[in-house]
């Protein structure tokens, strides 16, 4: 099935590149490869399951039009999909979602409905709506022909660099590791697949390492695209079965990849891409891979938290010279 989505995003989604760093090798003792999602259409990987899933659709269902729930990512990347399709898609958001998230979604011919204080109360009004319209939902991971669609970056990266013994992707939802640890394994039975999750945002952690609750209460990080309270039903036994490890990086782990990134790489990354950068940096050294591939995964960052997010990196720097 992911080969089937690789066939779509080849002629309807970016390529993005795989990078490499001097610096990142030499800190690691690794050859690092970086792909690099956060150039992706709409700034994120979430477009490469949203058209495939679009794709899909009936005639009839396509007349229908297409509903989903989103706080930036997922939104766009349904919206952009649904405009290139001729289909009309209406996206419900948090009544907090920032204006310029909000803008980008309707700018790609979306209708936006904004409603409720967090995802879980858009997501409940969208499914409210769904049932009246008979549109079809496009979940942001726990579907099939999604998680198909966000495994063409392990394709892609494969492609790109043969030689790769392991990759390391975020994990919110699920969809995308379940995804790419499917298409990996098919080409590379030996790949390591290695998921990384927020500490403050680790139901999927908890799960796999049978720790804590597997449906947290609250969720609060830099890493808004992997804030989510539970894994998929669907994304949850592929991770069983594919998936090595599950890893998770502090607050301040990540602040301070997104500076390196920024500083060292020019590139602009939200908290959830710059989370296997993080984990490598952090849980690197642990590790028996020689050649890693790094899944950057977005680069929606809200500009107005970037003050706060340099200095929760610096003060972790400074702390370790301590």
């Known amino acids: 099935m992911v080969l089937e989505a690789h066939r779509y995003v080849k002629e309807h989604v970016h390529r993005t590149p795989l990078t490499t760093s001097t610096t990142m090798n030499k800190m690691t003792g ?18 490469r399951g949203a058209g495939y899933k679009l794709s899909r659709l009936s005639e009839e269902e396509c007349k229908c039009g297409v509903i989903a729930a989103s706080a930036g990512n997922h939104a766009q990347g349904v919206a952009l999909a649904a405009e290139k399709q001729g289909i009309q898609a209406t996206i419900f958001m948090p009544e907090k979602t920032p204006k310029a998230k909000v803008l980008a979604t309707q700018n790609y011919g979306a209708k936006t409905v904004l409603v409720g204080e967090s995802y879980q109360e858009a997501f409940e009004a969208a499914c409210k709506e769904q049932a009246r319209t008979k549109a079809t939902f496009v979940h942001p991971f726990d579907d099939v022909d999604v998680m198909a669609g966000q495994g063409t970056v392990a394709l892609e990266m494969l492609e790109d660099a043969p030689l790769l013994d392991t990759l390391i992707v975020p994990i919110g939802g699920g ?6 640890a499917v298409a990996a394994k098919h080409i590379n039975p030996d790949i390591q ?3 990384v999750q927020a500490r403050t945002a680790s139901a999927a952690y908890n799960h796999f390492h049978k ?5 947290l209460s609250t969720v609060s990080t830099i890493a808004e695209g992997i804030a989510v309270k539970k894994t998929g039903t669907k994304t949850l036994p592929v991770i069983h079965e594919y ?11 990540l602040a301070t990849a997104m500076m390196y990134m920024l500083e060292r790489k020019k590139s602009l990354v939200e908290g959830a891409g710059a989370a296997a950068l993080a984990a490598l940096l952090v849980h690197g050294a642990k590790l028996p891979s020689k050649h890693c591939g790094v899944v950057v995964s977005g680069g929606n960052v809200d500009l107005a938290k970037l003050p706060a997010i340099q200095t929760l990196a610096r003060n972790h720097f400074l702390s370790c010279l301590a």
């Open 193 to 195: 697949i290695i998921g």
């Open 243 to 253: 998936v090595d490890d599950i890893v998770t990086v502090t607050e301040n782990d």
């Open 211 to 215: 720790k804590g609750p597997t449906t």
């Open 175 to 180: 969809g995308l590791i379940a995804g790419m």
């Open 30 to 47: 690794k050859q690092v490869y970086m792909k690099m999602e956060n150039q992706q259409k709409t700034g994120a990987f979430k477009l």
